[in-house]
């Protein structure tokens, strides 16, 4: 398996040049060959691929007027271009929208392949730059990196990312299992009654981030005050972006070790983003992130993330005898079962549904057959769940089960 191994480093002040004329002829390419591209295809209905962005860019460097092209590494200059590729073919897809110009001011980028790096008694090497680059190893490598790619974000600190074979070791099989609830006023709910709390990183920075951004609006353009006080903003959005991911692994790296099966209710988050009241808090609550670390660190771990089909009533059904309420406004935090009576919390009872209907997909799922919702009923009935309507969704199980 591959995996990124990111680090942080401090480059020399040649490298800090040689990096910022990199970055800089990158993203001149990229935009360049993007503008050739599309007028290429409306003004006179060409089509355009990698082959043919390719030959415009060995033209562009023998023009006299971009022979600066030559002085950067021809390595990076050609992976933008792939990348490019990759921007038009998720555009043709319908994955995403057409691809757009490279600004100066956000996060710059330059990918390596083994050409333009070397790697060599731990220590890191770019082509044209004889010292080795100063990383903070901050864990060891496996194995010689594929892949490197070195950027530095807006707040100006530099990282290389290194792409490496990687080994993943299983971790014992544990008989525990969670369902978890993820929600705004806690990040997640287990149904053992565990309530994570939301940190609200956003939230906690707000007034910081606004007199800055204050601040930053009253600057003359172009001087360099202005550049110091976008400087100070980029690096406060740096730190509540940390603060954020820092939590987020720490919550999955722990559910994740103490089970061997996570039941999850699967969310649209593109579509709950476009919600305007709620669009900030669920942004910065992180679950999509939060859904992507569960699931790659139960593939590596040999665990599984059961993933709940939105549409299952997992709050207005009771977990005790399975009556289902009309109707469950989103204030009403306590409510009592008017079949048996039982007391619930409305978190901890959406929990214990999201374990149930995830255990019963589990025993049942595999292989797992994405859109048979009449299927998915009857099974879950068989197996004693009623009155449900459950879709599967996706199910995430470990190659090497039972052992
Ligand atoms: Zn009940």
């Known amino acids: 398996m591959k ?16 990096l910022a004329q990199t970055f800089g002829c990158v993203r001149f390419v990229y935009n360049s060959i993007l503008r050739w591209r599309t007028d290429a ?3 006179r209905q060409e089509k355009t691929g990698y082959i043919q962005a390719s030959a415009r860019l060995t033209a562009l460097k023998k023009e006299p007027e971009f ?6 590494s021809c390595v990076p200059l050609q992976q933008t271009l792939r990348h490019q590729q990759t ?12 691809p757009t110009f490279k600004s100066k001011r956000h996060k710059q980028a330059a990918e390596l392949t083994a050409s333009a790096f070397k790697y060599r008694d731990g220590r890191l090497y770019m082509a044209k730059s004889k010292a080795p680059l100063d990383v903070r190893w901050s864990r060891p490598l496996p194995s010689t990196p594929s892949t490197v790619t070195i950027s530095k ?35 997640f709910v287990t149904d053992t ?13 707000a007034a910081r981030l606004a007199l800055l951004q204050r601040r930053l609006s009253k600057k003359a ?25 820092d939590a987020l692994h720490k919550a999955t790296r722990k559910l994740i070790n103490e089970n061997q099966v996570v039941c999850v209710e699967s969310l649209k988050v593109k579509n709950m983003i476009r919600n305007p009241t709620l669009s900030k808090a669920i942004a910065d609550a992180g679950w999509g992130e939060f859904m992507r670390q569960l699931k790659y660190k139960a593939e590596w771990a040999g665990r599984s993330v059961v993933a709940i089909d939105p549409f299952f009533p997992s709050s207005k059904r009771c977990s005790c005898c399975g009556f289902t309420l009309q109707k469950m406004p989103l204030n009403v935090r306590k409510w009592y079962c008017p079949e048996c009576g039982a007391d619930h919390d409305r978190d901890i009872n959406a929990t214990r549904n999201i374990k149930a209907a995830g255990l019963a997909v589990l025993a049942h799922g595999e292989p797992v057959n994405p859109d048979p919702p009449k299927a998915a009923q009857v099974r879950l009935r068989e197996v004693g769940i009623p009155a449900l309507q459950v879709r599967e969704q996706s199910i995430f ?7």
């Open 87 to 98: 921007a038009f073919s998720n555009f043709f897809a319908g994955r995403a929208r057409y």
């Open 153 to 187: 974000d807006a707040a100006g600190r530099y990282f290389v990312s290194c792409l490496c074979e990687f080994e993943p070791v299983s971790l014992p099989i544990s008989p525990k299992m969670v369902g978890i609830d993820v929600g705004l006023k806690d990040l």
């Open 221 to 245: 353009r172009g001087s360099k005050n202005r550049a110091k006080a976008r400087m100070k903003v980029a690096r406060l959005h740096a730190k509540i972006a940390d603060c954020r991911l």
């Open 397 to 403: 199980l470990p190659k090497h089960h039972g052992n």
């Open 67 to 72: 022979a600066w092209l030559n002085d950067v």
């Open 41 to 43: 295809w409306y003004e």
């Open 193 to 205: 009654g565990f309530k994570s709390g939301n940190p609200r990183h956003t939230t906690k920075y």
């Open 3 to 18: 995996r990124a191994y990111k680090y942080r480093f401090y480059p020399t002040p040649e490298q800090v040049e040689l």
